[in-house]
């Protein structure tokens, strides 16, 4: 059973720039939610789709924004990048809706120059 | 953006000691959860609690839900090596889908 796996493991992006990330969520489970994490702080709530819509946001401005498909993998963008981007970003995955656990993948470290 | 108060902070112990860490929060909340997190590596699920004065265990590691419901508590007992790593906690309120982390313990064990 697959767990939740994240793409790619490393990227390294000027300032300016956009990017974008994915994520498949673990067998079974239908929502998704992205986190980002600064060196030695705890992750931050970006935002979470289910159904394919933004369900809820976290505080992030909307350089910010993501995408699910069908089959409930997701995408997390970034448009003008600044250097404090600079983080891992983490993709979280949950299926029954009454447990509320989240299980993470291995997350993208995102490096802005 | 908002976090958890975790404390300690960091801390050093000895092989075989039992660990004690806690996190609150100022707000009310339905679900805790406790993750681990290696360096470069995303965090790990280790127990979920969903009660207030609810007392779960997983293996070594136990973990209460506060029964003021702003607090949560993890204990390891006779801790080894393998247990080095970040520990997060991670709180939802009702109504809202965005869990809120802890800003982490840091556990380092000296064989």
């Known amino acids: 059973d697959a767990g939740v796996t994240q793409s790619p493991t490393h990227l390294i992006k000027t300032r300016g720039q956009q990017v974008t990330l994915r994520c498949s969520p673990k067998s079974g489970h239908d929502t998704v939610s992205w986190y980002q994490q600064a060196l030695g702080q705890g992750p931050q709530f970006i935002f979470q789709?289910?159904?394919?819509?933004?369900?809820q946001r976290g505080n992030f401005p909307d350089r910010f924004s993501g995408h699910q498909f069908p089959n409930y993998s997701s995408e997390l963008n970034v448009n003008a990048l600044l250097l404090g981007d600079s983080a891992l970003y983490l993709c979280?995955?949950?299926?029954?809706?009454?447990?509320?656990?989240?299980?993470f993948g291995p997350g993208t470290r995102l490096t802005v120059t | 953006g908002q976090q958890l108060n975790q404390s300690p902070q960091s801390m050093f112990i000895q092989e075989g000691e039992d660990v004690s860490m806690n996190c609150t929060s100022s707000s009310i909340f339905n679900t805790w959860l406790w993750y681990k997190q290696d360096p470069g590596e995303g965090p790990v699920l280790l127990i979920a609690l969903y009660k207030a004065g609810e007392l779960t265990s997983n293996g070594r590691l136990t973990a209460q839900f506060g029964i003021t419901r702003k607090d949560s508590f993890l204990n390891i007992s006779a801790s080894i090596p393998s247990d080095v790593g970040i520990y997060f906690c991670a709180g939802l309120a009702s109504g809202t889908y965005k869990y809120i982390f802890g800003t982490g313990t840091r556990l380092k064990v000296l064989a």
């Open positions: 979280a995955s949950s299926g029954d809706s009454r447990l509320r656990k989240q299980y």
């Open positions: 789709y289910y159904e394919e819509e933004e369900r």
